[in-house]
């Protein structure tokens, strides 16, 4: 009897409509080509799991295995991996379907949870108080951001206490 790999077909199909159904609609029309990691800035971090490596494991149905997966968290929203997608994938919204997936099961990185954090309080998931040196440089301390406007702030944490994350209770 010849060798040959047995695929867990159902493993893949529940993989994929998982991802799917959280959001990455595109992910079957995904041919491997790599354009997308090749631009991704999030790869080039060193978060090698995004764009075409997560899709491969997403399609072998390596789901379950992939939860504590930090990559996903590295994502930058910049979709330049859906301008040059051939196949219109939409790479970004896989990957944030992929955050859902993990979100539900609070899988979350400790990064994950730190930026979140930030993202509350300062409505960006990344911020750093610039005041001295745009002080230093002539400007005016206070960048026109969400982070030293309370309106703004209240905004966001309205809108991120009813939204899924909210529901997580992790604000
Ligand atoms: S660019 Fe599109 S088709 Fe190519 S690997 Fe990325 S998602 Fe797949
Ligand atoms: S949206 Fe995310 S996955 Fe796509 S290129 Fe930007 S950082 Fe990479």
């Known amino acids: 009897m010849s060798e040959y790999i047995k695929l867990d077909s159902d493993k893949i199909s529940e993989a994929v409509k998982t991802i799917m159904d959280f959001g990455g609609t595109g992910i079957l029309k995904c041919v491997q080509c790599g354009a997308c990691s090749s631009i991704c800035p999030g790869v080039k971090a060193g978060f090698p799991v995004l764009c075409r490596l997560l899709i491969k494991k997403v399609l ?9 997966e ?46 979140q954090m930030n993202l509350y309080e300062s409505g960006h998931a990344v911020f750093t ?17 969400s982070a030293y406007n309370e309106k703004a702030k209240k905004e966001i944490q309205t809108l991120l206490d009813n939204s899924p994350m909210g529901e997580l209770g992790i604000f």
Request: hydrophobic content about 30%; proline content about 6%; some cysteine.
């Open 70 to 115: 930090s990559s996903t968290w590295g994502c930058q929203a910049c979709n330049r991996c859906t301008e040059i997608c051939p196949q219109g994938v939409r790479p970004q919204e896989v990957v944030f379907a992929f955050r859902r997936y993990q979100a539900n099961d609070l899988a979350f990185s400790t990064s994950a949870v730190t930026s």
């Open 60 to 68: 072998d149905g390596q789901l379950e295995e992939m939860i504590e």
């Open 129 to 145: 108080d610039a005041r001295e040196l745009r002080k230093k440089v002539g400007l005016t301390p206070e960048a026109p951001t």
